[in-house]
C-alpha cells in the first residue's frame, strides 16, 4: 500500500528501523512493563479530576464488590483490537470512535442503544467504502460515564454546587444531594454497562438487516444539499456491491459477524482499578472493563495517577493531545505507555482546533517519526472546536469540524505520515447540538432539541454527511 511506502520512507529519513508487529512481540516483553506495577501502583501518584467521597468505606466496599463481578470483555478480545489498531497504524485500517460525549444511565434503552449502533455501522459501511481498506468500530460506549471538569463547581443561579463529573459520579440535576459524589454510582455504571454491551452484542449478531437497504436510511435532511448528487452516487455504488456480495453468498464483514469493540476515557481510576484482572494464560493484566481506555487532555500528566494505571495494563491506549502540548512531552509519553513500542499499543488523538491544528500538528508528526513509535494517528475534530452561543448552548460547528479534518489528512500525507482514524462526538438522535450541515442548524435552532448531558454531538444526518465528506478525503 502507498501509505507503507511513505511510511518507510519517512522512517529512512530518520534514520530509525520500523518496530515490531504486535504479533511479533512475545508476551514476556509486552510483560515488562508491568514489574514495577500493580493495578493500585496509581495510588502513589497525584490523581487529577477525581471525585471526593464523603464515606470512604462506603467507597471501598464497593470496590471490593466490584472486584468480584465478571468481566465486561475479555482479553481474547482485546488483543484483536490491538491487531487491528497495528494495522490501522500501517495504514491497512481505517478507526471509527464515536459515541456520546456522557454516556447517561438513563440510555440503556433498546431504542437508544440501536440508535448509537446504527449510525456508527453506516458511517463504518461509507468510510469502508471511501476508504477501501476495513474500518475498526470502536464506540464510546457501554461505560463513557465519568467526564472530567474544568471546574470543580458551577455557579446555578444563587447556588454554588459541585460539577456534574458524570451519571457514574454524579447526577446532574442541580440540587446539592444530587451532585453530591455517590459511590454506589459505580455499581450501576457496571451494571449498565454490561447491560448496553449485552443488547448491542446481541444486536450485531442477530445481524443489522435494515442497513442492506439505504432507503431505510435518514437521508432526508441531507437531500437538501447542494452535493447530494455525489452523496447519492456513493450510496448507490455502496448498495450494488452490498447486493452483488449478498447475490454471491459472501457475508460481509460489516453487515455479519461484526467486530465492535467498546473503549471510554479512563479516569475514575478506582472503578478502573477494580475492572483490573490478570489474565492467567498470559499473566498480563487487562482493563475488563473495556477494550480500549483513553487518557484525555486533562488527566495525561507523565507523573500523575492516570499514566501510571495505563502504563502497566495490556489494552491499547489513547492518548487526547491539545494544541498546547510539547512534543517532547508525547515522545515521554510514548516512553512510559509503550517501552516496548508495540504496534497498536497507542493510538495518538489529536484535538488542535481548527485554527491551531496547522501550528500544533506537523512538528509533532515529525517528532513522533523520528522516534519511531508506531502510532496510530485519530483526529478528535470536536473537542478543539467547542463555542459557547449568545444563548449559552455549547456548540461546535459542522464547517470547523469538517476543516480540521482536511488539515489533519492534509499534514499527515504532506509528513509521508497517515491518518489512521477519526474521534466522533455522535448520536443517532435527531438532535439540534451542533450547527451547520444540510439542514444549517443555527445557533437560534439549538434550543429545539438540545440533550447532551456534556459536550456537542453531530447528530444522525450531519454524522452521515461527514461520513459522506471523510469517505472522499481518505479515497484522494
Ligand atoms: C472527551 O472526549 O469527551 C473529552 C473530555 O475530551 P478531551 O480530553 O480531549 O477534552
Ligand atoms: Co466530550
Not at 10 to 31: D, F, I, M, S, V
Not at 218 to 243: G, H, M, T, V
Not at 394 to 422: M, N, P, Q
Request: overall charge neutral.
Amino acid at each position: 500500500m502507498s501509505n507503507n511506502s511513505s511510511i518507510d520512507h519517512a522512517l529512512q529519513r530518520c534514520n530509525r528501523k520500523p518496530a515490531y508487529a504486535t504479533t511479533e512481540k512475545p508476551n514476556t516483553e509486552r510483560a515488562m512493563n508491568q514489574t514495577t506495577w500493580n493495578p493500585t501502583t496509581w495510588e502513589q501518584f497525584p490523581a487529577k479530576q477525581q471525585p471526593q467521597y464523603s464515606d470512604p468505606a462506603a467507597y471501598h466496599t464497593v470496590l471490593q464488590h466490584l472486584a468480584t463481578l465478571p468481566p465486561l470483555v475479555f482479553p481474547g478480545e482485546i488483543d484483536r483490537l490491538l491487531v487491528q489498531l497495528a494495522q490501522a497504524g500501517r495504514g491497512e485500517r481505517f478507526v471509527l470512535q464515536g459515541g456520546d460525549c456522557a454516556e447517561q444511565f438513563s440510555a440503556c434503552r433498546h431504542e437508544s442503544i440501536a440508535g448509537q449502533l446504527k449510525i456508527l455501522l453506516q458511517v463504518s459501511l461509507i468510510l469502508t467504502y471511501g476508504a477501501r481498506r476495513p474500518v475498526v468500530r470502536l464506540g464510546r460506549i457501554a461505560g463513557q460515564y465519568a467526564k472530567p471538569r474544568s471546574s470543580d463547581t458551577e455557579k446555578i443561579g444563587d447556588l454554588t454546587l459541585p460539577s456534574y463529573r458524570g451519571d457514574i459520579i454524579n447526577d446532574p440535576t442541580p440540587e446539592l444531594l444530587a451532585r453530591t459524589p455517590n459511590p454506589k454510582r459505580m455499581l450501576q455504571a457496571y451494571y449498565l454497562a454490561a447491560t448496553t454491551l449485552n443488547c448491542a452484542r446481541g444486536m450485531i449478531s442477530a445481524g443489522f438487516a435494515d442497513l442492506h437497504n439505504a432507503a431505510a436510511w435518514n437521508l432526508s435532511e441531507i437531500e437538501n444539499s447542494s452535493r447530494w448528487p455525489e452523496y447519492r452516487a456513493i450510496l448507490e455504488r455502496l448498495s450494488d456491491a452490498l447486493a452483488f456480495m449478498g447475490s454471491c453468498g459472501v457475508r460481509s464483514d460489516t453487515l455479519g459477524s461484526v467486530d465492535f469493540f467498546t473503549s471510554h476515557e479512563g479516569l475514575l481510576l478506582g472503578f478502573e482499578s477494580a475492572l483490573t484482572r490478570k489474565d492467567p494464560q498470559s499473566g498480563l493484566y487487562y482493563n475488563m472493563g473495556a477494550h480500549m481506555i483513553w487518557i484525555g487532555e486533562r488527566t495525561r500528566q507523565l507523573d500523575g495517577a492516570h499514566v501510571e494505571y495505563c502504563r502497566g495494563i495490556a489494552n491499547p491506549i489513547g492518548v487526547k493531545l491539545g494544541p498546547k502540548v510539547d512534543p517532547q512531552e508525547v515522545l515521554e509519553l510514548l516512553a512510559k505507555l509503550n517501552p516496548q513500542k508495540v504496534a497498536g499499543k497507542v493510538t495518538l488523538i489529536t484535538r488542535m482546533g481548527r485554527d491551531q491544528v496547522e501550528a500544533a500538528l506537523p512538528g509533532m508528526v515529525n517528532r513522533v517519526q523520528c522516534s519511531g513509535h508506531p502510532v496510530v494517528w485519530s483526529c478528535d475534530p470536536m473537542h478543539g472546536n467547542t463555542r459557547v452561543t449568545a444563548g449559552s448552548h455549547k456548540t461546535r460547528d459542522f464547517g470547523d469540524i469538517l476543516g480540521e479534518l482536511e488539515a489533519c489528512f492534509r499534514i499527515h500525507r504532506e509528513a509521508g505520515s497517515s491518518l489512521g482514524g477519526v474521534h466522533f462526538e455522535m448520536t443517532g438522535d435527531n438532535v439540534t447540538e451542533c450547527t451547520g450541515g444540510a439542514a444549517q442548524v443555527t445557533d437560534e435552532d439549538l434550543g429545539r432539541n438540545y440533550l447532551t448531558a456534556c459536550d456537542p454531538r453531530l447528530n444522525a444526518s450531519q454524522s452521515l454527511e461527514m461520513a459522506f465528506l471523510l469517505s472522499q478525503l481518505l479515497r484522494d
